[in-house]
């Protein structure tokens, strides 16, 4: 069974400064998806930034970058710039790239609540 | 565009009463259809899954049950609630494309939640 781990559970960065957030997971899968979601306070999931696992460029969405090193199983999100609205909840997840069963769930991390100082 | 809805939105129920949240997506046809539970400071734990119509997988034994009675309708029931079933709900969809006759799945998006407090 694939796990998911983020060993800071909860990071703080000033406004307009970069922070890097770690997740790391275990899987003896070859193909594989690894997304970041942000849950602020309304507790809803949103999609920050997926990558798949046969692509070696870092996936980019504007202020979010990764980090995939997949050899070491690591998969950090770089926030730039950070903004109030950064403030939330993120979780690293895992799905495998196989079809069928419960190969489409989302394994997540426990989650790194980020706080964001003005 | 694709929308996903969830209600109600806060739910405060007794022990051993019954529980239904329902979920309904609007703007894509044939998702896979899943079900969330996200306790307290923890993670999401998924509880069940549906690639179809009456199609209903079970990931963590418990005594709650999932329906799909429609294919964009997707029903998370207890007949007695528990107090450890108190939490957050979390309804999500991903579409199911076919590429070269085997099916693969896309993200998954996420309702807003039902957060359920049983007394």
């Known amino acids: 069974a694939q796990t998911v781990t983020q060993s800071q559970p909860e990071m703080s960065v000033q406004e307009a400064e970069t922070v890097t957030l770690s997740c790391t997971y275990d899987t003896s899968e070859s193909d594989y998806y690894l997304f970041w979601y942000k849950q602020p306070p309304s507790r809803q999931m949103i999609l920050v930034i997926r990558q798949e696992a046969y692509k070696q460029q870092n996936a980019t969405e504007n202020r979010f970058s990764v980090n995939f090193q997949k050899a070491a199983k690591s998969f950090s999100l770089k926030i730039s710039d950070s903004q109030l609205g950064d403030a939330a909840m993120y979780f690293c997840a895992y799905r495998s790239a196989y079809s069928g069963g419960s190969n489409y769930k989302l394994t997540f991390g426990k989650g790194t609540l980020l706080t964001v100082n003005p | ?119």
Not at chain 2, 33 to 57: K, T
């Open chain 2, 1 to 119: 565009s694709q929308t996903i809805h969830q209600w109600p939105a806060t739910l405060v129920q007794p022990v051993g009463s019954p529980l239904s949240l329902e979920c309904t997506v609007e703007g894509t046809s044939n998702p896979n259809l899943y079900w969330y539970r996200q306790a307290a400071g923890r993670g999401l734990q998924l509880l069940f899954y549906s690639v179809g119509i009456g199609q209903i997988s079970s990931e963590v034994p418990q005594n709650l049950s999932a329906s799909r009675p429609q294919d964009r309708q997707f029903i998370l029931s207890s007949k007695k609630l528990l107090l450890s079933d108190s939490g957050f709900y979390l309804c999500a969809w991903n579409s199911v494309y076919y590429d070269g006759g085997v099916s693969s799945t896309d993200t998954q998006y996420f309702g807003p939640g039902t957060r359920l407090t049983v007394l």
